[in-house]
């Protein structure tokens, strides 16, 4: 996909949601169907992108999304250690929702990385922290940099963990984007009744190796 032009990244930056307070933005939505945030952001928005890891249930945020804006890039990182089960749900979901998928893959491979330095190295380590930015983060980054969105729209909750139980709807996001996240308020009961009631795929076996454990952060929220 081309990159966006330096013009287009400049008039992205003064786009709508740029000049607007996410902290009213963020009380005046709180208790909004993520359909309406959604019709809002991409209303507002010159340049928007999904970012997605095709973890469970993830399809709802996918749907809700692609309901409104067909065609919005989304952006998937395949590190490598996705089990076949994701792979395979990957394809019955790109198939089924009609995906414009953008796919980035880690400049050095599973297989590269499991000769030179071995396997996923333990949590909380420098060597899981190098671990992370070779496989998960690096690839996300130049993905943002070819792309230039000014909207993100990302598909977590204040449920997951705690440090998104302190995030909001609206936030600040890296490479000069707004993150969009419509399914904030809603809870896991919530979505896999959406998930059902619109027979979407599911996934349930899904591994993240740059978490390691469901409660933490991989890194691109952080950022």
Excluded at 38 to 55: D, L
Excluded at 66 to 78: A, L
Aim: charged fraction near 20%; proline fraction near 6%; include cysteine.
């Amino acid at each position: 996909m081309q990159a966006v032009t330096n013009s287009v990244q400049k008039e992205i930056q003064q786009g709508s949601l740029f000049n607007s307070n996410l902290v009213d933005l963020n009380k005046e939505f709180a208790g909004a169907a993520p359909t309406e945030i959604i019709e809002f952001a991409i209303e507002r928005s010159i340049n928007p992108v999904i970012f997605t890891n095709f973890r469970p249930l993830a399809t709802a945020f996918l749907h809700l999304v692609t309901q409104v804006k067909p065609n919005i890039p989304v952006i998937w990182v395949d590190h490598g250690y996705n089990t076949p089960e994701t792979y395979r749900h990957l394809e019955a979901v790109v198939e089924a929702l009609n995906l414009n998928l953008v796919t980035y893959s880690p400049k050095m491979s599973a297989a590269h990385y499991e000769a030179v330095y071995g396997g996923i190295p333990a949590l909380d380590t420098p060597e899981h922290d190098r671990f992370s930015r070779i496989v998960k983060l690096e690839p996300f980054d130049r993905a943002m940099e070819d792309l230039k969105p000014d909207v993100w729209f990302n598909g977590i909750r204040h449920d997951q963990n705690h440090f998104r139980k302190n995030l909001n709807i609206f936030t600040t996001g890296s490479h000069n984007t707004i993150r969009v996240a419509p399914m904030y308020h809603l809870n896991e009961l919530d979505v896999e009744n959406y998930v059902y009631e619109n027979e979407l795929p599911h996934n349930e076996v899904y591994f993240d190796p740059t978490k390691g454990e469901e409660h933490r952060e991989c890194g691109l929220m952080l950022k």
